[in-house]
């Protein structure tokens, strides 16, 4: 079982600049593929980054490209997303989710991929 905590989240405006982070928790020393998934009000959860467990492969939607990041510290069980120049367009709640896997060199983007996820932490962007 794995336990997924966002934060970093709240109220910015256009053209600044947040870091959302994530702290797992398990039991075991497995590792995880993790992502960063959003939702905007009346609008489905859509997929915004995602990392591989050696932290060398990453994906990104079309959206946030050139203006997220997302990166890990696998010691402290910690994935981030910094975010920069944000748009009221990004306003969403914020979602971490974690797959386990063996494979170090893997990542997900689809949101059925992933087993465990966080609680959610919510961005406003105002203009």
């Known amino acids: 079982q794995v336990h997924l905590v966002e934060s970093g989240g709240g109220l910015v405006q256009a053209g600044g600049s947040l870091r959302l982070s994530c702290e797992y928790s398990d039991t075991t020393f497995n590792g995880y593929v993790m992502g960063w998934f959003r939702q905007a009000p009346g609008k489905e959860r859509e997929f915004v980054a995602a990392l591989s467990w050696d932290g060398g492969l990453t994906d990104y939607s079309d959206s946030v490209k050139g203006r997220f990041t997302i990166s890990r510290n696998n010691a402290n069980k910690v994935v981030y997303l910094q975010m920069h120049s944000l748009k009221p367009e990004d306003t969403a709640v914020y979602y971490c989710?974690?797959?386990?896997?063996?494979?170090?060199?893997?990542?997900?983007?689809?949101?059925?991929?992933?087993?465990?996820w966080g609680q959610g932490t919510q961005v406003t962007v105002s203009s």
């Open positions: 989710a974690a797959r386990h896997t063996f494979n170090k060199s893997i990542y997900y983007s689809n949101m059925q991929e992933y087993d465990y």
